[in-house]
């Protein structure tokens, strides 16, 4: 149930919306848990730690369970400023509308370019990772093509869920949520009752992944497990219009992403780790694929069947989320004109309440990119390759939007702000997002040619590059005459009351 607190009459949302210079079509359906289980299965720990387990514990050993404690504590600080940044302007289509108000036109452009692109691609490696849980499921011999359809087939899937409207869109994500906690907490709580073959000596024991150098590469390398997990919690904000008294629910909801994410993200890594039975078949490629090898002697044949059917609901709802917060920016976009075809991506279904067309083209993007692969997997690798570091650039943009605005003057003035406390969390917020990106595009494999071996800053350069070159033909950004660069302007109103509380424990 709702904390009677929270509740807000549906014209005090329109009128602050009216404020920020918009009118809604959108329905505000979504409740506080329903736009939180948005957020979660965005982040969805299971499709991020089932997917990365075998990486990261082959390159950094069992203490790379650390960086998905370190990641979580990291962007905690960057939802902590999406909050107040959302709390005073709860837009849809959240980093686009968040950076023009706080830094101006251009900033904004650029940053919803960024995302835009970073969502699609990852919309595509989500539903192309499906592939071979779809293959194990059916018992059927994986391969390229059945990726493929499978990709596809889950694509045009959570269109279909995501045209039926917020109420459905809501009701699936809880269910998504539901799920893959209750699987993450029974399978990790058997595992650790049946499994368990180490003691928890193994989470300080590299196994030897250095070698005769330092074990710090190994870390940084394996903690790419953390820095791919947690985000999605800005997909919160990203449905703002569809949420009541957003101001105070949805900074709520970001945080309860990452507290309640990452505690099933450490309880499943945990859980896997004391049951894998040799590290060093791990390590060395003997047994590339230890999440199975671990599910199927812990369940059998049909307990590793019901584990796969949780993942793949998992996989499910990460892509329908990822789609509504896609479909949301390029809405967005659209409505200020920022793009191409702006008057079709700007429409609302009078009946549904979504966006149908800005939905259509967050189908068709992804299902091109997966196609692709039919051509190059390698070509698809190289793409993907920029999904992770184009967020985490879009999130950096924010922040540093933010910290611009705070230095120049910018006190926030929505339900909820950091008080005194809110230069120093912006500023590690940006600390941490400067060191993940960092690790995420340093050049790993010195054997490889040049471009290989910076292929994740080549390709975000090349995004980058390709925006600002439409920016400064199209000028894009000089459309709309809607307010920009005004957060400063903004007067300033009392604390919240985090801030107040914040305020006399001497802490958050």
């Not at 404690?69 to 709390?87: D, H, R, T």
């Not at 005073?88 to 919803?112: D, E, I, K, M, N």
């Not at 250095?210 to 990203?238: M, Q, R, T």
């Amino acid at each position: 149930m709702s904390n009677p607190s929270d509740v807000r009459k549906p014209d005090e949302d329109a009128r602050q919306l009216a404020s920020l210079g918009y009118v809604s079509e959108f329905k505000r359906d979504m409740s506080l848990w329903e736009n939180f289980s948005l957020g979660f299965t965005y982040l969805s720990p299971v499709v991020g730690v089932y997917s990365l387990f075998a990486f990261a514990l082959a390159t950094g050993g069992p203490p790379m369970i650390w960086a998905v404690v370190l990641a979580a504590i990291g962007q905690l600080f960057v939802a902590l400023v999406f909050g107040e940044v959302v709390s005073q302007f709860p837009v849809s289509g959240g980093v686009y509308p968040w950076a023009r108000r706080l830094w101006g036109r251009r900033w904004a452009w650029l940053t919803g370019w960024v995302y835009m692109l970073a969502l699609v691609v990852t919309i595509a490696s989500v539903s192309y990772g499906a592939g071979p849980f779809v293959a194990m499921f059916l018992d059927i011999t994986p391969s390229t093509d059945v990726t493929i359809v499978c990709a596809i087939v889950l694509i045009l899937i959570v269109m279909m869920l995501n045209l039926a409207g917020t109420r459905i869109l809501a009701k699936v994500a809880f269910f998504g949520f539901a799920a893959e906690l209750a699987g993450a907490v029974a399978v990790g709580g058997w595992l650790l009752l049946t499994e368990r073959r180490h003691g928890l000596g193994v989470l300080f024991d590299s196994a030897g992944v250095e070698g005769s150098n330092s074990y710090l590469p190994a870390f940084l390398a394996a903690a790419l497990i953390g820095v791919y997990l947690y985000y999605g919690f800005e997909a919160c904000g990203d449905v703002a219009e569809e949420v009541r008294n957003p101001g105070k629910r949805i900074p709520r909801s970001m945080r309860m992403t990452i507290y309640i994410g990452g505690a099933a993200s450490f309880v499943i890594t945990f859980a896997l780790l004391l049951a894998v039975p040799d590290f060093g078949a791990v390590i060395t490629g003997a047994d590339p694929d230890p999440v199975t090898t671990v599910l199927r002697g812990a369940f059998g044949p049909v307990g590793f069947k019901v584990v796969l059917g949780i993942v793949l609901i998992s996989f499910l709802s990460c892509a329908l989320s990822l789609q509504a917060a896609a479909s949301r920016l390029i809405y967005s976009y659209a409505r200020d004109d920022m793009m191409p075809v702006s008057h079709a991506f700007k429409k609302i279904s009078a009946k549904r309440h979504v966006p149908p067309y800005a939905l259509l083209l967050t189908a068709i993007l992804p299902i091109c990119i997966v196609i692709a692969s039919k051509i190059s997997e390698n070509a698809l690798t190289k793409i993907v390759s920029f999904a992770s570091l184009g967020i985490y650039l879009a999130f950096m943009m924010v922040v540093m939007a933010a910290l611009r605005a705070r230095l120049k003057g910018w006190r926030p003035s929505g339900k909820f702000t950091l008080g005194r406390w809110g230069l120093p969390v912006t500023l590690t917020a940006l600390g941490y997002q400067l060191l993940a990106a960092t690790n995420m595009a340093w050049p790993r494999t010195p054997d490889a040619p040049w471009y290989d071996n910076y292929n994740v800053l080549l390709s975000a350069a090349l995004v980058v590059a390709a925006g600002l070159v439409y920016m400064l033909i199209a000028k894009p950004y000089a459309r709309t005459d809607l307010p920009h660069g005004d957060a400063i302007a903004e007067p300033v109103k009392p604390e919240s009351d985090f801030a107040e509380a914040a305020g006399r424990k001497g802490g958050l």
